[in-house]
C-alpha cells in the first residue's frame, strides 16, 4: 500500500479536475522514496508485514507532489518565465532564497522527522 493516494492527494491539494492524475501517480512512489531519505530510516513494519507510515506523512507527501507538479509546470516553455503557479488549492511562488532540503523546500519537508544513525 502506498504512503498516500492520488485521491488524498487531490484532496489536500484542492484539485477537481483530472488533468494531473497521471502525473500525481507517477509522483507517488517517488516522493515516497524521497521522504524516506530525507528521515534517513525505513518505514517501520507492523506485525503484519503491512508499512506504518508516520501520523503526517500523508499530508507532508501532498505537499511534495504539489510541490513536484508545480515545478513540472514551470519548467515547461510555456511555464517557463512564470514565478509562481496554483494547481486546483495548492500554489507555489518561486523564491531564490528557498532553503532547501532533497530539492524540496524546508517548509514542507520540514515537517519530517529526521533519524541520525549512532555508532
Partial sequence: MAIVTRRTV??????????????????IPMVEKDFEIIQNRPFDIDSNDDTEYPDNAEYIVSQMIGYNLSNSAFSSKA?????SESIGGYSYTRNAKDD?????????????????NVQ
Fill in 10 to 27: 487531490k484532496e489536500f491539494l484542492q484539485i477537481t479536475s483530472d488533468t494531473y492524475n497521471n502525473m500525481i501517480d507517477m509522483f
Fill in 79 to 83: 511555464y517557463g518565465d512564470k514565478k
Fill in 100 to 116: 532547501m532540503l532533497k530539492g524540496y523546500p524546508l517548509s514542507i519537508v520540514g515537517k519530517i522527522q529526521r533519524f541520525v
